[in-house]
């Protein structure tokens, strides 16, 4: 590892592969991604990876729809479409519709439903509480590894110089701004942007630059449960349900397969180290959330579990991510924090991070509500009808 790089990027999830791609795409020279394990190591490769676009800010709702755009056309050998439905409170219907208006005037398909309407869609569901729902017809998963794996080759192809096994353990800082980073071996790289994208990691590599990130990390788990067979065939596969009422989401995974969540991510137990946390699920949690399905798919009382597994998410006091350049240390850009649902986006913040880095400002969606700085400023990412924590 000689000479200077212009950008640096730490972190070889899919937020630093997408912002590797687009510098690399908008004529950066040499961009540098570090990763310390592999590609996918974090929470890209463990991810749901669902797309929706049901957020309850324009900017953020927008990001998620031409991100979606993106995986369903660039992508779509690893993506499934499969529609969504929401459940919320019944008390929530009026707001919920209002949500659901102001997704539509920015182009997102989605509508309110009524339940036979619901039970049309999957004659499966239980809905003797009568729930708010509305749909989602374009929603649909990707196979995260699939499209760890696509960025990853894209980004090699465009030349990207990925340096997988390497720690970067300190950001380099000279004369007030970033200057390059300090691998764990002790070699130093230099270069003139330093972009931090290690998630659950970015707060410790902050540190190092005497920049406070707000990230609490938090241990996510999820269940896979087999669904009920009829003879040989499998249940088949349902649409993603985010359901705000029992608390979980789910969607459809290997064949025959549920992959479960749950949707109360102030409940997830926080991480004081994330190097050391096992990646398992808690045996409670896999029966917590088979029985949550339960209520809303009653067939899957009868599926058969398959355990699970634990995460990271890297969360902030409003539940969206830090973006941007840090005033107190120029040349050091913050991408991360995503509290659960960045996956989603990545293909857009990674396409408007490179912009803001190569031409300052943002291109087609301003990220300037994301900024590091809103904390402090006391202007935290406010939906407009807020009435639940999808964002
Ligand atoms: C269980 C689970 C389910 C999820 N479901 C969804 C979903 O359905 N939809 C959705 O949109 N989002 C979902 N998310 C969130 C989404 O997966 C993340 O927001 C997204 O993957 C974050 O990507 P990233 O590139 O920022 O981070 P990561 O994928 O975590 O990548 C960060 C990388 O940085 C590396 N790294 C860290 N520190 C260093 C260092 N010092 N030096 C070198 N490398 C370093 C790590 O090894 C890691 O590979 C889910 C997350 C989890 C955990």
Request: charged letters at 20%; one cysteine or more; proline letters at 5%.
């Amino acid at each position: 590892m000689s000479g200077k790089a212009d950008v640096i990027i730490v972190g070889g999830g899919v937020m630093g592969l997408s912002i590797a791609l687009h510098l690399r795409q908008l004529g950066v020279g040499r961009v540098l991604l570090i990763e310390k394990r592999f590609c996918g190591a974090g929470s890209s490769g463990k991810s749901g990876a669902i797309c929706r676009q049901h957020y309850s800010n324009e900017i953020t709702a927008a990001l998620a729809r031409d991100s979606l755009r993106w995986y369903a056309s660039e992508c779509a050998a690893h993506f499934h479409r499969s529609g969504c439905l929401f459940f919320t409170d019944p008390a929530q219907a009026a707001t919920m519709a209002l949500n659901v208006e102001l997704l539509r005037s920015i182009g997102i398909n989605t509508e309110m439903c009524d339940t036979a309407t619901a039970a049309e869609i999957d004659p499966r569901l239980g809905l003797d509480d009568a729930p708010a729902v509305c749909v989602e017809p374009d929603a649909g998963w990707c196979d995260a590894l699939g499209i760890v794996d696509t960025l990853q080759e894209r980004a090699a192809t465009v030349g990207v110089e990925l340096l997988c096994g390497a720690r970067a353990e300190r950001v380099v800082v000279s004369g007030g701004r970033a200057a390059g980073v300090e691998l764990e071996s002790g070699t130093r790289v230099t270069a003139d942007v330093i972009v931090n994208a290690a998630n659950a990691w970015a707060g410790p590599l902050a540190a190092t630059a005497d920049i406070n990130l707000p990230i609490r990390v938090t241990k996510p788990q999820i269940a896979f449960s087999l669904r009920p067979r009829d003879g040989h065939a499998a249940s088949p596969a349902h649409p993603i349900i985010a359901d705000l009422i029992h608390g979980f989401y789910a969607r459809a995974d290997l064949p025959g397969q549920t992959l479960i969540g749950g949707l109360d991510i102030e409940a997830d137990p926080e991480v004081p180290d994330p190097d050391r946390e096992p990646e398992g699920i808690a045996d409670d949690m896999v029966e917590d959330l088979n029985q949550r399905i339960a209520r809303r798919i009653p067939e899957m009382s009868r599926s058969r579990s398959r355990g699970g597994m634990g995460a990271l998410y890297a969360c902030t006091p409003d539940h969206h991510a830090i973006i941007g350049t840090h005033s107190e240390c120029a040349g050091l850009v913050t991408c991360a924090g995503f509290s659960g649902h960045g996956f989603k986006l990545a293909p857009e913040i990674g396409r408007e991070v490179a912009h803001h880095i190569v031409k300052g400002g943002y291109d087609r969606h301003d990220l300037e509500i994301y900024r590091p700085s809103r904390f402090a400023e006391g202007q935290p990412v406010r939906g407009r009808y807020e009435y639940s924590l999808l964002g």
